[in-house]
């Protein structure tokens, strides 16, 4: 779940019939609307973390699980906008890094 100024946006989650989701969805002004995936998307998930980018409309995207037969554990980072969804860039891979030396 991600949120700015009052709009919520939720990404995949997990069904009522336990089936893994990736549909992105966006709440505003109490209306709920299906927002279009990109043709690469970061695929069926649950129990990940969406935060928003403050002043912008981009939010990102980090890890999450699926059960298919055992657990699948993801460790990756995407980067979503409301109108697509794409791949992390290797130069967000690079901040990253830097943030986390600086951090150290």
């Known amino acids: 779940v991600g949120s700015s100024g009052g709009d919520v946006v939720l990404y995949g989650g997990v069904s009522d019939s336990n089936e893994y989701l990736s549909d992105l969805w966006q709440l ?16 069926p998930r649950g129990g990940h973390s969406l935060v928003w980018i403050p002043g912008t409309s981009k939010l990102v995207l980090f890890g999450g699980a699926r059960y298919k037969g055992r657990w699948e554990l993801f460790d990756d980072l995407w980067v979503v906008h409301l ?17 986390r030396a600086d951090r150290d």
């Open 28 to 43: 505003s002004n109490g209306v709920w609307q299906s927002l279009p995936n990109g043709e690469v998307t970061p695929g």
């Open 83 to 99: 109108k697509k969804v794409y791949a992390y860039e290797e130069d967000l891979k690079e901040y990253i890094k830097q943030l």
